[in-house]
């Protein structure tokens, strides 16, 4: 039980420190929409990027984020196809001189990657390990 409780305040900590950067306006970029409802359901606010549902090129779609700040956060899918997609965007990101911040999909690909394939998975995955451990609600 002592694991899935510590599991359960690791992607909590991870997810405060997210929901800092993207309070201070730093963009996300996921791929779609039940991607965004997902993570604002979480408590998150900010400017959320679904791709998938844009029907752009990365490289439109990369100018336009770039006229909002020097750093993006890519928080794709924890599948094959989601880490290719956060490959692309972090190239075509870098190639226009801003940051692509994959910290955050690392590290929640770490953690959750066996249990949830996707981002909109993660509110179902913290409802069931506070359910299990017993846990009040997610520190945030």
Same mark, same amino acid.
């Given at each position: 039980?002592?694991?899935?409780?510590?599991?359960?305040?690791?992607?909590?900590?991870?997810?405060?420190?997210?929901?800092? %950067? @993207? &309070?201070?306006?730093?963009?996300? /970029?996921?791929?779609?929409?039940?991607?965004?409802? #997902?993570? +604002?359901? =979480?408590?998150?606010?900010?400017?959320?990027?679904?791709?998938?549902?844009?029907?752009?090129?990365?490289?439109?779609?990369?100018? %336009? @984020? &770039?006229?909002?700040?020097?750093? /993006?956060?890519?928080?794709?899918?924890?599948?094959? #196809?989601? +880490?290719? =997609?956060?490959?692309?965007?972090?190239?075509?990101?870098?190639?226009?001189?801003?940051?692509?911040?994959?910290?955050?999909?690392?590290?929640?690909?770490?953690?959750?990657?066996?249990?949830?394939?996707?981002?909109?998975?993660?509110?179902?995955?913290?409802?069931?390990?506070?359910?299990?451990?017993?846990?009040?609600?997610?520190?945030?």
């Amino acid at each position: 039980m002592g694991s899935l409780r510590d599991l359960l305040e690791e992607i909590s900590s991870v997810l405060a420190k997210l929901s800092e %950067e @993207v &309070a201070s306006g730093v963009p996300v /970029v996921v791929e779609g929409k039940s991607d965004v409802e #997902a993570l +604002r359901s =979480l408590g998150l606010e900010g400017q959320f990027i679904a791709v998938k549902s844009r029907r752009e090129a990365i490289s439109d779609m990369a100018l %336009e @984020v &770039a006229e909002v700040g020097r750093e /993006v956060i890519i928080l794709t899918d924890f599948d094959d #196809a989601g +880490r290719e =997609l956060a490959h692309r965007w972090a190239v075509e990101l870098e190639s226009l001189g801003l940051k692509a911040n994959l910290t955050y999909w690392r590290h929640l690909k770490g953690l959750v990657g066996s249990f949830a394939k996707d981002i909109e998975g993660l509110p179902s995955l913290i409802e069931t390990l506070m359910r299990k451990t017993g846990s009040g609600s997610v520190k945030r």
